[in-house]
């Protein structure tokens, strides 16, 4: 039996390990790339050797190199925003803080995401390459091949978050190890954001997941959407589930209650976030028991005028306040003083804001709904009603203005309740899933 290879020195390969290579379709049975294809220093195994075409030699050499302990991986996001995206939201600073931390270890990160106006096609922002490709409504078309022209930006693995319509990358990404991220799918939901013939062409996308990605590994938020994603056929072993991050240290300090009663939102401003009804509704029943009541909705969205509109009409004004978007100092701030947060989403990707209030000591109403329901604990960091159960709702809320001590138990116990998200924790955990991937060689085209 030959030797295992080295590569640079340091990585080592086994002989069994090349010939899973084999068995994934990476390489052909034959001597011919071990006489003549090998890099200088590195002995390669004649069992394993000639890579099916000429562009696979290097991205073989990659796999190789892999082995390595000091290995540094290039990770490509495909995405439909990135963080400087006037649209952007939680997802966009889950990418961004992730991506921000693998670079300062030395790993090229990039982004491939759509344009909006005014935008550099491309640019570096904290040592992430974002590359605009196109508009938005039709990223999903041109992603895939926009990016195989470009042989994927020489990325090792690609991870595509499906947080809008899918671009059905593993289609288009060959033998290139491919992973997908799925923050939460709308569901039957998308028509209570959308008009039908939009939510028809998304429900119909999200059907077809199985189709493309059945053998494609998958990162989720939360358990409920990894449940979801099951429910469609996708393969309980290929889901990992890796929960969100919080920066800790920014997000600290006890809570400072506003000297009235104030609740708070804190998100994007859309129709499926419940934000008229059930809120509006709950809200009234609130002012009626309790009028110096404040609340206090932070964010923008394409629904802002629509609800700035509805608080009108049902005389609401003086109760609550469209903020719009704050800094994250000002949301620091807002969350600190704020009695009590409230999300009344049908369904969220996990929850981030919730956490980042609880930090500082801030409990949470919500919906019992996907993604929400793992960031609250039911009765001890927050409290959970029936999603659109506008009374129950406002019992809540009520609940917390009027039991200080509630409020300080579970604003105590959300304090120490996000202390198990770290956005370093979560760096270094999807970016085992990632490495894992391209060790194991997965070819979704064929594994």
């Given at each position: ?61 990659k796999l190789v190199k892999y082995a390595g302990k000091d290995r540094k991986v290039k990770i490509l996001h495909v995405n439909h925003r990135d963080l400087r995206h006037p649209r952007a939201g939680g997802l966009e ?137 099951a429910g469609l056929g996708i393969p309980a072993a290929n889901i990992r589930v890796i929960s969100g991050g919080v920066d800790t240290g920014f997000y600290a300090g006890d809570a400072q209650p506003a000297s009235h ?187």
């Amino acid at each position: 039996m030959t030797a295992p290879m080295r590569a640079s020195g340091s990585a080592r390969i086994s002989k069994r390990y090349l010939g899973r290579l084999c068995d994934e379709g990476l390489l052909m049975k034959t001597d011919e790339f071990a006489r003549g294809g090998k890099s200088p220093g590195m002995r390669m195994d004649s069992q394993c050797s000639q890579p099916k075409n000429e562009r696979d030699i290097a991205f073989t050499r990659k796999l190789v190199k892999y082995a390595g302990k000091d290995r540094k991986v290039k990770i490509l996001h495909v995405n439909h925003r990135d963080l400087r995206h006037p649209r952007a939201g939680g997802l966009e600073t889950v990418i961004h803080e992730l991506s921000r931390r693998w670079a300062q270890q030395g790993h090229e990160v990039a982004i491939a995401c759509a344009g909006y106006a005014g935008c550099a096609h491309a640019e570096t922002v904290e040592g992430i390459r974002v590359f605009r490709i196109g508009r938005e409504e039709f990223f999903n078309f041109i992603a895939g091949p926009w990016l195989r022209r470009r042989d994927w930006l020489g990325a090792d693995v690609v991870i595509e978050h499906l947080s809008k319509v899918a671009c059905f990358t593993p289609l288009f990404a060959g033998h290139r190890p491919c992973a997908a991220h799925v923050p939460h799918l709308f569901g039957r939901a998308i028509f209570e954001e959308v008009s039908w013939p939009i939510g028809v062409y998304v429900y119909v996308m999200e059907r077809l997941i199985p189709c493309v990605y059945k053998r494609t590994p998958i990162w989720a938020l939360c358990q409920s959407t990894a449940d979801e994603l099951a429910g469609l056929g996708i393969p309980a072993a290929n889901i990992r589930v890796i929960s969100g991050g919080v920066d800790t240290g920014f997000y600290a300090g006890d809570a400072q209650p506003a000297s009235h009663p104030t609740a708070l939102y804190v998100g994007r401003i859309r129709r499926y976030k419940g934000l008229a009804e059930p809120l509006l509704t709950a809200w009234r029943i609130v002012i009626n028991r309790c009028p110096d009541a404040r609340l206090q909705i932070v964010g923008k969205g394409d629904y802002q005028d629509a609800l700035r509109k509805e608080i009108a009409m049902r005389g609401l004004e003086a109760s609550v306040e469209l903020t719009g978007y704050v800094d994250e100092a000002h949301k620091r701030e807002l969350m600190r003083s704020a009695w009590l947060m409230v999300y009344p989403s049908v369904k969220e990707g996990w929850g981030l804001s919730v956490i980042e209030a609880g930090a500082m000591g801030t409990p949470t109403v919500a919906s019992d709904s996907p993604g929400l329901r793992e960031a609250i604990r039911n009765g001890e960091t927050g409290l959970l009603v029936p999603h659109g159960d506008a009374n129950a709702l406002a019992q809540a809320i009520l609940r917390l203005i009027e039991d200080q001590s509630l409020r300080a138990r579970l604003g105590g116990a959300a304090r120490m309740w996000s202390r198990n998200f770290d956005w370093d924790e979560m760096a270094k955990r999807v970016l085992d899933f990632l490495a894992s991937i391209i060790e194991k060689g997965k070819c979704v085209s064929r594994a």
